[in-house]
């Protein structure tokens, strides 16, 4: 699915070589049946200085997060933290700076990149992200934060 380009035909991610080392664990998606493409957008303007939004993503039971993409107005750009509420534990040890979530210097032909997890990411029941976005501009910011995952097939109630 991922590695053979099915899930998101438009990226050229994987025919560059940029995430070789990342691919294999992509392994059990790219067999597994039924699986769909899908991804959460969260667009604000924070507040200068500082500002910041804290925002609950509700995923599928199941589903994996497995790339992230973002966007800014202001050259300072903001930063990320991600919480998993199943698991009780962040997505990265730290913050993670907008500008490592998005192509930033030679991305080898890549036409829209993406930082893509050395791994994909489990979401289990509840199915919870908290996702807090903290501006780093001493002005107002309009910021894009794109979480990319796969959702398991819908079994019948």
């Given amino acids: 699915m991922i590695g053979d ?4 035909p438009h990226l050229n991610q994987w025919e560059h070589g940029y995430y070789p080392d990342a691919l294999p664990e992509y392994a059990p ?3 597994a049946a039924g699986y769909i493409p899908s991804l959460v957008a ?3 303007t924070l507040a200068a200085n500082k500002g910041q ?3 609950q993503v509700t995923l599928l039971a199941g ?3 497995w790339a992230f ?9 903001f930063e990320i933290r991600i919480h998993d509420l ?3 534990t962040p997505i990265s040890r730290s913050a993670i700076r907008y500008d490592n979530l998005s192509g930033q210097g030679s991305v080898q032909g890549i036409t829209f990149p993406l930082h893509v997890l050395p791994r994909p990411r489990l979401i289990l029941e509840p199915g919870q992200l908290t996702v807090q976005l903290r501006n780093l501009s001493a002005t ?3 910021v894009q934060l794109v979480l990319y995952t796969v959702e398991p097939p819908c079994r019948p109630s």
């Fill in 63 to 65: 589903s994996y997060l």
């Fill in 29 to 31: 998606l790219d067999s």
């Fill in 5 to 8: 380009l099915r899930l998101w």
């Fill in 69 to 77: 993409a973002s966007t800014t107005t202001q050259a300072e750009g």
């Fill in 53 to 55: 939004l804290t925002a």
């Fill in 42 to 44: 969260i667009t604000e």
């Fill in 86 to 88: 199943a698991s009780q």
């Fill in 140 to 142: 107002a910011n309009a």
